[in-house]
């Protein structure tokens, strides 16, 4: 899909109304009803791809990118190779830890941003042959 405006053209919202309705087979009254549904079907719902929910595996797992993690991981192979039994536990339960900890945080605030996101319903004032209120998925691409 092309953008709205290229460097060279104006801003939809600082041009006259009534040539931008025009240009875009619109008028006062907005969109024909028929013709909103034939640019809905043409050009799909005004909608942000949904996001695939990462897994409680991959949250684990992702626990463990940070680098001061795996630096205290390669520590405690260090003590293990060295036979320092009672450090390396401690490094490793450190490290238990603080991924257990950073999991949990990052795994209740995923679900409460999908809770969040699944209880907005955007909706916007729109024209179809007359003022209406439509959900924003509703609102057609200009073209």
């Known amino acids: 899909m092309k953008p709205p405006f ?14 931008l309705m025009a240009e875009l087979g619109s008028g006062d009254r907005g969109l024909p009803s028929a013709e ?5 079907r043409r050009h799909g ?15 684990l797992l992702r626990q463990f990118e940070s680098p001061l993690v795996l630096i205290l991981v390669f520590g405690a192979l260090i003590s293990m190779v060295l036979r320092d039994w009672v450090e390396a536990s401690i490094i490793l339960a450190i490290v238990l830890g603080s991924t257990l900890l950073g999991f949990a945080q990052e795994h209740r605030a995923s679900a409460a941003v999908a809770a969040r996101i699944a209880s907005i319903s955007a909706c916007a004032v729109g024209s179809r042959s ?14």
Request: hydrophobic residues 40%; charged residues 25%; aromatic residues 2%.
């Open 36 to 40: 909103a549904a034939e640019r809905l």
């Open 130 to 143: 007359a003022s209406v209120r439509l959900p924003a998925r509703a609102i057609v691409s200009p073209s």
């Open 6 to 19: 290229s460097d060279t053209e104006t801003a939809h919202w600082s041009r006259d109304p009534s040539k």
């Open 45 to 59: 719902a005004n909608s942000v791809e949904e996001q695939r929910p990462v897994t409680a595996l991959r949250l």
